[in-house]
């Protein structure tokens, strides 16, 4: 089931021409998703509830290496990519390269593509949202969570057991 979920673009983009078609609302999103924890569920959960199938981008190693560092992602992109297609929210993911969404989000031409509201309207991918004539909807943003603050405590603690 979970290999299912898993294509390239190329393939999104032909389903998503018959999913216009049947009248369903697609949703795009995003990320590294690196340590998946309670912040992406929530995300992933809420952006699913904007439409009827939810379509995930997972940023490549290579994309993740560029923009964080040559030490991230802690987690290889095929083993990232099975984790987010597990879930149930989940409807079809892929593995991109670029850093931004902007190319996808152009050929995928979502009915919605969500983003964490840390981003804001003006995120990069927001033209490209409005010239597919989508909706883009800000993702709260859940204090405490995130995949820095669990590397940061967890090197915390192994720094104290070092000692």
Do not use: W
Not at 17 to 43: C, F, P, R
Not at 52 to 63: C, E, R
Not at 116 to 143: F, N, P, S, T
């Amino acid at each position: 089931m979970i290999q299912k979920k898993i294509k390239k673009l190329e393939e999104l983009i032909l389903l998503r021409e018959n999913l216009k078609q049947e009248g369903k609302k697609v949703v795009t999103t995003n990320g590294s998703y690196d340590i998946v924890h309670a912040g992406h569920v929530k995300s992933l959960e809420e952006s699913k509830a904007q439409g009827d199938i939810l379509i995930v981008g997972v940023n490549s190693d290579k994309s993740i290496q560029s923009y964080k560092s040559i030490d991230r992602p802690i987690i290889p992109q095929d083993y990232r990519a099975q984790m987010i297609a597990g879930l149930e929210s989940v409807d079809y993911i892929f593995i991109f390269d670029e850093v931004d969404p902007i190319d996808f989000v152009g050929k995928l031409k979502p009915d919605v593509h969500t983003n964490g509201d840390d981003y804001g309207e003006d995120c990069i991918e927001a033209g490209a949202v409005k010239d597919c004539k989508g909706r883009l909807h800000l993702l709260k943003k859940y204090e405490g969570i995130s995949t820095t603050e669990i590397i940061d405590k967890i090197l915390g603690i192994y720094c104290k057991v070092k000692k």
